[in-house]
């Protein structure tokens, strides 16, 4: 063997070894994270590991221009691993110069060359000169990553241009860029510039994969694993909490996160598609998800190793300006409108991460926003966010002479929710949705002052200890009823329910009224005429509803069929659903920093120039209704909720069938 | 059984700066009842610096003896002090019933007194008597105001509560009556005691508007139906008028009406005035959680569909910018009359 393979070889063992141990170095910190089982259904999560990464549409199905660039960029790079590793071979073992097929072989790598490079020049155009708002600028990390993709393909080409020129490959028909470097540039070479080549493209090879540890781009080696040991299921709850062994409740050091969520981190390569949907980050609040994941994985670099030796961490997690790594106001600033995770391409879960960070002030330092300590009382003494008496809960259903669930004749529990119970303008779509019912002859009955709220908001704020109190009443509730299936008006219950009690063994069937009224529409048992009086009307995605359970069509083909055509779409629709502001508990709390979330929705939906605009959830019916107070639109446009809607299309007899009066109160 | 050396009714006088709170007084006038009922008499418990001119007050407000104590460590409310202060009179003299006010002091201190002498305590009454029995009888509203709860302790004692500002009525104050101040020390010196109070930051002193709110008998409430600014004296004409304050909804905020430090809902004030006059006000529920318990609500509003209409007990349906100068005019004019 050469000398240059042996010195390769003792290059390429420090190189690799170096490159090992800084990535154990760097990776071994996710082991100071919380159990949490990603180890299970290994086929499925292999399949996600392959699909997504390779197909590329983990980005490509987020609706990015750029994504294209990214996916071509990737399927060059996997071919210029091949690539890479024939050079290597090559220039190591010159007599193996590899035959059959190489000339095609080597074709695709040109042009995977040429394409990589091509995205690259788009990338640093995008970075430089049309940055688009939700990107960083260039940061010099990204410069050298990319100066070493340079070398590579200077490296790349000059070796096989040397080679040409040498007469070594006979045949460079196929391989237009080196055969022109080499006619062009080389004359009669010696084996010299292929060797100076050669040792360029190796080193650059080398260097890169050590660098790559220190820098942002751990993307790269930490994105396909997050693919793997990512949650099967959509994110749409967080985990529970353990109160009778952990020392902490909540998340107030790096090393209280999931072992998953430490990952996260690293998977994270700073795209800001998270930032670009994130309605906090768009209306100028101290909240960007981004950020929060950057501040997390310097929060590690920093502790980590302290942490990893039992010493005192010493930069702390939560804390406002340079005390803490997030702050309060960006903790509490979060809607959990779940766009963030929506559109991240590499399946980060932002926000049980700062749910996490809830609990830990809340439950731990009693550290909120005032106006929650209200908002705390009330749900915990009286079961209401207002902290109104429990029987008038059934106000709303006087003029049915009450329509209580009987447990074993009642096919549906009709779970009205606190804001319809007690909030005058949800109380109407509350009465619409019994008139649905009744006009489709469906079975249903509520549990009238037994009712207790759902327990939503209380989780989201990361008051936990009592959430959990409130989800075992409940289940207990329904089961003592018997309750099998539930229709509930809001979309908050409806997921709470769906999502978060079966992390306590409850199996119901729930459905939010849209699933059902559209069902009862397909099967022709609702009599509807058309409404001809709603002029044009846009649709406004709830979160909880869109996002969090994928329910965007039902409420749509109910519009469809009410109103004779399909919903006009505001700007963000559908996936990218902009929040109206008042989730994840935020209605409870003053929105005192940036615009208003409601503001800038209604503002974007008075862009489609709409007589009525309609949503599923009493949050956002009341979010819309002040941002058009705001916007001084309130008497031309209405805010209507769907089963208003619906309602008001029944045909003449249903309406005399039900003796009560939607305007009564 | 009760320990039958237990005698007599004592009221804790709640003071701040040589002021005591209306609570007191009026829980002097209910213990006189009871006093009188049970057929023993009527003490007040004055803690204090330099609260001895608050004896005289006891006394015409129909205190038969003040306990006071009076000493440089009660300069601020601390509990510690206090409550240790309370015990160890209580101990020595044994009052069979011992009344607070349900404030924020009030309630501080009772539930720490009575976890010390390990005896009952009522929180939040709305109503107190004597049984055949000689037991003092406590009522509150329980189970979130769906019924209301009579309390015993037929064997510890004192027997302790808490009533609610506004419970009671207040007694006819008597300057001539006279009685009998016993001096008791502090229980505590002030290098025992772990708070040290640095400095009182009192809201009241930094020109916020809020601090007469909460207190406030008479409210006269800003909505958006006041439309704009300069209607806004309208109101604070009518609230001078009836001896009231002007508070605001959110979205008279919002709209640039009124101030902020006026607004009374959920994530506001929270009210509980004898009258509320709602002007412009549409109701909505988050406004309705801070003042549904107000006394008497008056609702001025043109829109008869408005939620305000659910809670208030009379209803004015008309432009509240013409209603309130009449109504204005209308108090002066009674005012005139009376005088």
């Known amino acids: 063997m050469s000398s240059r393979v042996w010195i390769f070889l003792g290059v390429a063992i420090v190189a690799i070894a170096f490159f090992l141990w800084s990535a154990y170095r760097r990776f071994r910190v996710i082991g100071l994270g919380q159990p949490e089982n990603r180890f299970d259904s290994r086929g499925k999560r292999i399949r996600s590991m392959l699909f997504y990464p390779f197909t590329q549409l983990c980005t490509l199905s987020r609706s990015y221009l750029f994504s294209i660039n990214h996916a071509f960029f990737f399927w060059s790079f996997l071919l210029l691993i091949a690539a890479n590793v024939i050079t290597l071979l090559w220039g190591l073992f010159p007599g193996m110069l590899p035959g059959g097929l190489y000339p095609v072989l080597a074709l695709i790598f040109e042009i995977a060359w040429v394409i990589a490079l091509l995205s690259i020049i788009i990338s640093l155009l995008r970075r430089l000169v049309f940055r688009p708002k939700y990107t960083l600028p260039m940061t010099p990390d990204a410069a050298i990553t990319m100066s070493f993709f340079v070398v590579l393909f200077v490296g ?4 096989q241009a040397s080679e040409i020129a040498r007469g070594v490959i006979k045949d460079s028909s196929l391989m237009p860029v080196s055969g022109w470097l080499a006619s062009t540039f080389m004359g009669n070479a010696t084996e010299t510039p292929g060797n100076v080549f050669w040792w360029l493209f190796t080193g650059g090879l080398l260097g890169f994969i050590d660098y790559l540890a220190y820098t942002k781009h751990t993307h790269i080696l930490a994105s396909i694993p997050n693919c793997y040991f990512r949650s099967l299921e959509k994110v749409t709850t967080q985990p529970r909490e353990d109160f009778e062994k952990s020392k902490t409740l909540g998340v107030g050091q790096i090393d209280q996160f999931r072992w998953n969520d430490l990952l996260d981190t690293f998977a994270c390569t700073e795209c800001g598609r998270c930032t670009d949907n994130c309605p906090a980050t768009a209306t100028d609040k101290p909240l960007n998800p981004r950020t929060v994941i950057h501040d997390l994985k310097y929060n590690l670099a920093i502790n980590g190793r302290l942490l990893l030796t039992k010493k005192e961490a010493v930069l702390p997690l939560i804390g406002n300006d340079h005390e803490g790594s997030v702050a309060p106001d960006a903790i509490w600033a979060c809607t959990t409108c779940g766009a963030c995770m929506e559109m991240c391409p590499v399946f980060i879960e932002h926000v049980p991460k700062i749910v996490g960070m809830r609990r830990y002030l809340v439950e731990e330092k009693s550290q909120f926003p005032e106006e929650l300590s209200k908002f705390f009382e009330n749900v915990k003494q009286r079961s209401n966010p207002w902290g109104l008496p429990p029987p008038e809960r059934v106000k709303w259903a006087m003029p049915l002479r009450g329509k209580p669930y009987l447990p074993g004749k009642t096919d549906y529990l009709f779970y009205v929710g606190c804001a319809g119970s007690f ?14 019912l009744d006009a489709a002859g469906i079975s249903w009955g509520i549990l009238g002052m037994q009712e207790k709220c759902c327990g939503d908001s209380v989780r989201r704020l990361g008051y936990e200890f009592n959430f959990d109190k409130m989800a075992r009443e409940n289940i207990k509730l329904f089961q003592d009823k018997k309750v099998t299936k539930i229709i509930t008006a809001c979309p908050h219950c409806y997921s709470t329910f769906k999502n978060d009690y079966c992390q306590y063994g409850a199996e119901f069937e729930v459905m939010h009224y849209s699933e059902l009224v559209s069902n009862l529409i397909k099967e022709g048992k609702l009599p509807l005429k058309q409404n001809a009086d709603l002029g044009k009307v846009v649709f406004h995605d709830s979160c909880y509803l869109g996002r969090y359970n994928g329910i965007y069509q039902a409420p749509r083909e109910v519009l469809a069929a009410v109103s004779g055509q399909a919903p006009a779409e505001i700007a963000h629709n559908h996936e990218k659903g902009f929040c109206c502001g008042a989730g994840g508990g935020r209605m409870w709390m003053e929105e005192n920093l940036g615009t208003r979330i409601n503001t800038k929705r209604v503002e974007e939906a008075l862009q489609e120039d709409p007589k009525t605009i309609c949503a599923c959830c009493p949050y956002c019916i009341t979010m819309l ?13 209405k805010v209507l909720d769907l089963a208003e809607i619906v309602a008001g299309a029944l045909e003449n007899k249903d309406r005399a069938k039900n003796s009560f009066d939607l305007t009564e109160k | 059984m009760a320990d039958l050396d237990y005698k007599g009714v004592w009221v804790y006088i709640e003071q701040k700066n040589g002021t005591a709170a209306g609570v007191s007084w009026e829980l002097l006038g209910a213990g006189a009842e009871l006093a009188k009922k049970l057929g023993t008499e009527l003490a007040a418990v004055v803690i204090g610096n330099n609260a001895a001119q608050l004896c005289q007050e006891a006394f015409a407000y129909g205190a038969a003896k003040v306990y006071l104590l009076d000493d440089p460590v009660f300069q601020y409310y601390r509990t510690e002090p206090y409550y240790k202060s309370i015990v160890q009179l209580v101990n020595k003299y044994k009052p069979e019933v011992l009344l607070l006010g349900s404030t924020g002091v009030g309630r501080d201190l009772a539930g720490a007194v009575a976890t010390a002498l390990k005896t009952g305590l009522t929180e939040g009454c709305t109503k107190l008597d004597i049984d055949d029995k000689g037991l003092l009888l406590m009522t509150r509203p329980a189970y979130s105001g769906n019924i209301m709860a009579t309390i015993v302790s037929p064997n510890a004692r004192p027997q302790m509560a808490t009533v609610r500002p506004r419970a009671m009525v207040m007694p006819v104050k008597d300057a001539t009556r006279h009685g009998e101040i016993i001096r008791e020390p502090a229980a505590i010196r002030e290098e025992a005691i772990g708070v040290k109070v640095l400095e009182v ?9 809020t601090v007469g709110l909460t207190n406030a008998e008479i409210i006269i409430c800003v909505g958006r139906g006041v439309q704009s600014k300069e209607n806004f004296q309208l109101l604070q004409d009518l609230a001078d008028a009836m001896g009231g304050k002007v508070a605001c909804t959110r979205a008279a905020v919002e709209d640039e009406i009124a101030p902020l430090d006026y607004w009374v809902g959920q994530s506001g004030i929270t009210v509980r005035p004898k009258v509320y006059i709602a002007c412009g006000v549409s109701g909505a529920i988050q406004h309705l959680a801070g003042m549904r318990d107000s006394g008497v609500i008056v609702a001025i509003n043109y829109d008869r569909q408005a ?33």
Do not use: H, W
């Open chain 2, 201 to 209: 930051i009192d809201s009241a002193q930094q020109g916020s508007g």
């Open chain 1, 625 to 637: 209704e002040d941002g058009l107070k705001e916007k001084k639109a309130e008497n031309n446009i």
């Open chain 1, 156 to 159: 790349y080409f000059g070796f």
């Open chain 2, 307 to 339: 939620p305000i209409y659910e809670v208030s007990t009379y209803g004015i349906e008309g432009d509240c910018l013409q209603v309130i100068p009449a109504m204005t005019s209308y108090v002066k004019e009674l005012k005139e009359k009376k005088s």
């Open chain 1, 423 to 436: 909030d005058t303008r949800a109380k109407q779509t509350t009465l619409a949705i019994a008139r649905i």
